[in-house]
T-cell receptor, first 112, second 117 residues
Protein backbone atom coordinates (compact mmCIF):
# COMPACT_ATOMS: atom_id res chain seq x y z
CA UNK A 1 0.00 0.00 0.00
CA UNK A 2 0.93 3.64 -0.19
CA UNK A 3 3.23 4.90 2.54
CA UNK A 4 4.24 8.37 3.62
CA UNK A 5 7.53 8.95 5.36
CA UNK A 6 8.10 11.72 7.83
CA UNK A 7 11.33 12.13 9.74
CA UNK A 8 12.68 12.79 12.24
CA UNK A 9 10.01 11.66 14.68
CA UNK A 10 10.67 14.68 16.93
CA UNK A 11 12.07 18.15 16.44
CA UNK A 12 13.16 20.65 19.07
CA UNK A 13 13.54 24.32 18.21
CA UNK A 14 13.89 27.64 19.96
CA UNK A 15 11.05 30.13 19.92
CA UNK A 16 11.50 32.49 16.98
CA UNK A 17 13.32 29.95 14.81
CA UNK A 18 12.07 28.67 11.48
CA UNK A 19 11.53 24.95 10.94
CA UNK A 20 11.03 22.83 7.85
CA UNK A 21 9.40 19.39 7.64
CA UNK A 22 9.48 17.03 4.71
CA UNK A 23 7.18 14.25 3.66
CA UNK A 24 7.95 11.70 0.97
CA UNK A 25 5.86 9.02 -0.62
CA UNK A 26 6.47 5.78 -2.44
CA UNK A 27 3.73 6.70 -4.91
CA UNK A 28 2.01 9.69 -6.47
CA UNK A 29 -0.78 11.66 -4.87
CA UNK A 30 -3.12 14.19 -6.47
CA UNK A 31 -3.52 16.18 -3.28
CA UNK A 32 -1.22 16.81 -0.35
CA UNK A 33 -2.43 18.04 3.01
CA UNK A 34 -0.79 19.08 6.22
CA UNK A 35 -2.59 18.62 9.53
CA UNK A 36 -1.69 19.59 13.08
CA UNK A 37 -2.83 17.63 16.10
CA UNK A 38 -2.84 19.06 19.61
CA UNK A 39 -2.82 16.67 22.59
CA UNK A 40 -6.21 15.05 23.10
CA UNK A 41 -7.67 16.55 19.96
CA UNK A 42 -8.28 15.57 16.36
CA UNK A 43 -6.14 16.68 13.43
CA UNK A 44 -6.86 20.16 12.13
CA UNK A 45 -6.19 21.02 8.51
CA UNK A 46 -3.42 23.59 8.03
CA UNK A 47 -2.82 23.68 4.29
CA UNK A 48 -4.14 21.78 1.27
CA UNK A 49 -2.19 21.55 -2.00
CA UNK A 50 -3.82 20.53 -5.27
CA UNK A 51 -1.26 21.03 -8.04
CA UNK A 52 2.29 19.82 -8.53
CA UNK A 53 4.67 22.70 -7.82
CA UNK A 54 2.03 24.68 -5.94
CA UNK A 55 3.32 26.85 -3.11
CA UNK A 56 0.71 27.96 -0.59
CA UNK A 57 0.92 30.06 2.55
CA UNK A 58 -1.31 30.31 5.59
CA UNK A 59 0.05 32.96 7.95
CA UNK A 60 3.46 31.80 9.14
CA UNK A 61 3.04 28.46 7.41
CA UNK A 62 4.17 27.72 3.87
CA UNK A 63 3.81 24.39 2.10
CA UNK A 64 4.78 23.13 -1.32
CA UNK A 65 3.54 20.27 -3.46
CA UNK A 66 6.58 18.60 -5.02
CA UNK A 67 6.96 18.51 -8.80
CA UNK A 68 7.18 14.72 -8.81
CA UNK A 69 3.92 14.56 -6.77
CA UNK A 70 5.75 12.25 -4.38
CA UNK A 71 6.77 14.78 -1.77
CA UNK A 72 5.80 17.92 0.08
CA UNK A 73 7.32 20.20 2.66
CA UNK A 74 5.94 22.46 5.35
CA UNK A 75 7.77 25.51 6.69
CA UNK A 76 6.91 27.30 9.90
CA UNK A 77 8.52 30.69 10.29
CA UNK A 78 9.17 32.59 13.52
CA UNK A 79 7.90 29.75 15.71
CA UNK A 80 5.88 30.47 18.83
CA UNK A 81 5.04 28.21 21.80
CA UNK A 82 1.57 27.36 20.47
CA UNK A 83 3.16 25.74 17.41
CA UNK A 84 3.86 22.76 19.66
CA UNK A 85 2.05 19.66 18.45
CA UNK A 86 2.20 16.79 16.00
CA UNK A 87 2.36 17.65 12.32
CA UNK A 88 1.03 15.09 9.89
CA UNK A 89 1.31 15.04 6.15
CA UNK A 90 -1.40 13.24 4.24
CA UNK A 91 -1.86 12.24 0.63
CA UNK A 92 -5.14 11.89 -1.17
CA UNK A 93 -6.19 10.76 -4.61
CA UNK A 94 -9.28 11.73 -6.54
CA UNK A 95 -12.12 9.34 -6.78
CA UNK A 96 -15.06 7.86 -5.00
CA UNK A 97 -13.50 7.22 -1.64
CA UNK A 98 -10.98 10.07 -1.22
CA UNK A 99 -9.43 8.37 1.78
CA UNK A 100 -6.32 9.96 3.23
CA UNK A 101 -3.02 8.19 3.76
CA UNK A 102 -1.16 9.70 6.71
CA UNK A 103 2.47 9.86 7.67
CA UNK A 104 3.43 8.98 11.24
CA UNK A 105 3.82 12.61 12.15
CA UNK A 106 6.54 14.83 13.56
CA UNK A 107 6.28 16.04 17.15
CA UNK A 108 7.43 19.64 17.37
CA UNK A 109 8.64 21.14 20.63
CA UNK A 110 9.32 24.86 20.94
CA UNK A 111 11.53 26.11 23.75
CA UNK A 112 10.59 29.59 25.00
CA UNK B 1 -21.76 25.68 12.66
CA UNK B 2 -20.93 22.69 14.79
CA UNK B 3 -17.98 20.63 13.68
CA UNK B 4 -17.73 16.87 13.62
CA UNK B 5 -19.04 15.63 16.96
CA UNK B 6 -17.82 12.41 18.49
CA UNK B 7 -18.90 10.73 21.67
CA UNK B 8 -17.96 9.46 24.05
CA UNK B 9 -14.61 11.25 24.23
CA UNK B 10 -13.29 8.56 26.55
CA UNK B 11 -14.52 5.01 26.94
CA UNK B 12 -13.20 2.28 29.21
CA UNK B 13 -14.16 -1.32 28.58
CA UNK B 14 -13.10 -4.68 29.97
CA UNK B 15 -11.96 -7.41 27.64
CA UNK B 16 -14.91 -9.11 25.99
CA UNK B 17 -17.28 -6.15 26.27
CA UNK B 18 -18.64 -4.12 23.38
CA UNK B 19 -17.66 -0.59 22.47
CA UNK B 20 -19.88 1.77 20.50
CA UNK B 21 -18.48 5.01 19.19
CA UNK B 22 -20.71 7.65 17.67
CA UNK B 23 -20.01 10.34 15.12
CA UNK B 24 -22.24 13.15 13.89
CA UNK B 25 -20.80 14.73 10.74
CA UNK B 26 -20.75 18.41 10.01
CA UNK B 27 -24.03 19.84 8.77
CA UNK B 28 -24.35 19.23 5.07
CA UNK B 29 -21.72 16.49 4.99
CA UNK B 30 -22.90 13.10 3.82
CA UNK B 31 -19.55 11.30 3.72
CA UNK B 32 -18.09 9.82 6.91
CA UNK B 33 -14.70 8.23 7.45
CA UNK B 34 -13.35 6.38 10.48
CA UNK B 35 -9.65 6.31 11.32
CA UNK B 36 -7.71 4.64 14.15
CA UNK B 37 -4.64 6.10 15.78
CA UNK B 38 -2.29 4.03 17.90
CA UNK B 39 0.22 5.77 20.21
CA UNK B 40 2.99 7.52 18.25
CA UNK B 41 1.45 6.44 14.97
CA UNK B 42 -0.34 8.23 12.20
CA UNK B 43 -3.99 7.73 11.49
CA UNK B 44 -4.96 4.53 9.71
CA UNK B 45 -8.02 4.44 7.49
CA UNK B 46 -10.71 2.01 8.57
CA UNK B 47 -13.96 2.61 6.71
CA UNK B 48 -15.76 5.10 4.47
CA UNK B 49 -19.53 5.43 4.52
CA UNK B 50 -22.23 7.45 2.87
CA UNK B 51 -25.77 7.52 4.17
CA UNK B 52 -26.91 3.90 4.57
CA UNK B 53 -24.01 2.59 2.50
CA UNK B 54 -20.53 1.27 3.20
CA UNK B 55 -18.35 2.42 0.31
CA UNK B 56 -14.92 1.21 1.36
CA UNK B 57 -14.17 -0.98 4.38
CA UNK B 58 -10.73 -2.08 3.26
CA UNK B 59 -9.14 -0.90 6.52
CA UNK B 60 -11.54 -2.64 8.86
CA UNK B 61 -10.43 -5.77 10.71
CA UNK B 62 -12.33 -8.73 9.36
CA UNK B 63 -13.83 -9.71 12.69
CA UNK B 64 -15.48 -7.90 15.60
CA UNK B 65 -15.56 -4.48 13.90
CA UNK B 66 -18.55 -3.02 12.10
CA UNK B 67 -19.73 0.42 11.06
CA UNK B 68 -22.98 1.95 9.97
CA UNK B 69 -24.32 5.34 8.93
CA UNK B 70 -28.11 5.15 9.08
CA UNK B 71 -30.51 7.44 7.29
CA UNK B 72 -31.24 9.17 10.57
CA UNK B 73 -28.76 9.62 13.37
CA UNK B 74 -25.02 9.42 13.78
CA UNK B 75 -22.54 7.00 12.31
CA UNK B 76 -21.65 4.18 14.69
CA UNK B 77 -18.39 2.26 14.92
CA UNK B 78 -18.99 -0.93 16.86
CA UNK B 79 -16.31 -3.16 18.31
CA UNK B 80 -17.48 -6.44 19.75
CA UNK B 81 -15.57 -8.53 22.31
CA UNK B 82 -12.87 -5.92 22.71
CA UNK B 83 -9.27 -6.92 23.34
CA UNK B 84 -6.39 -4.89 24.75
CA UNK B 85 -5.04 -4.29 21.26
CA UNK B 86 -8.19 -2.33 20.43
CA UNK B 87 -7.07 0.43 22.81
CA UNK B 88 -6.57 3.46 20.58
CA UNK B 89 -8.00 6.80 19.58
CA UNK B 90 -10.74 6.50 16.98
CA UNK B 91 -11.33 9.53 14.81
CA UNK B 92 -14.27 10.29 12.61
CA UNK B 93 -14.06 12.71 9.71
CA UNK B 94 -16.66 14.04 7.32
CA UNK B 95 -16.65 15.70 3.94
CA UNK B 96 -19.24 17.39 1.76
CA UNK B 97 -20.89 15.79 -1.23
CA UNK B 98 -18.82 16.18 -4.38
CA UNK B 99 -15.69 14.80 -5.98
CA UNK B 100 -14.06 17.88 -7.38
CA UNK B 101 -10.56 18.68 -6.26
CA UNK B 102 -10.80 20.25 -2.85
CA UNK B 103 -14.38 19.24 -2.27
CA UNK B 104 -13.41 16.19 -0.30
CA UNK B 105 -11.07 17.70 2.24
CA UNK B 106 -11.83 15.92 5.48
CA UNK B 107 -12.76 17.63 8.74
CA UNK B 108 -11.96 15.56 11.80
CA UNK B 109 -13.68 15.24 15.13
CA UNK B 110 -11.83 15.33 18.45
CA UNK B 111 -11.78 11.55 18.68
CA UNK B 112 -12.95 8.84 21.03
CA UNK B 113 -10.26 7.28 23.17
CA UNK B 114 -10.92 3.64 23.96
CA UNK B 115 -9.09 1.93 26.78
CA UNK B 116 -9.50 -1.80 27.20
CA UNK B 117 -8.59 -3.13 30.63
Amino acid sequence: GQQLNQSPQSMFIQEGEDVSMNCTSSSIFNTWLWYKQDPGEGPVLLIALYKAGELTSNGRLTAQFGITRKDSFLNISASIPSDVGIYFCAGQNYGANSKLTFGKGITLSVRP
Amino acid sequence: NAGVMQNPRHLVRRRGQEARLRCSPMKGHSHVYWYRQLPEEGLKFMVYLQKENIIDESGMPKERFSAEFPKEGPSILRIQQVVRGDSAAYFCASSPLGRQAGANVLTFGAGSRLTVL
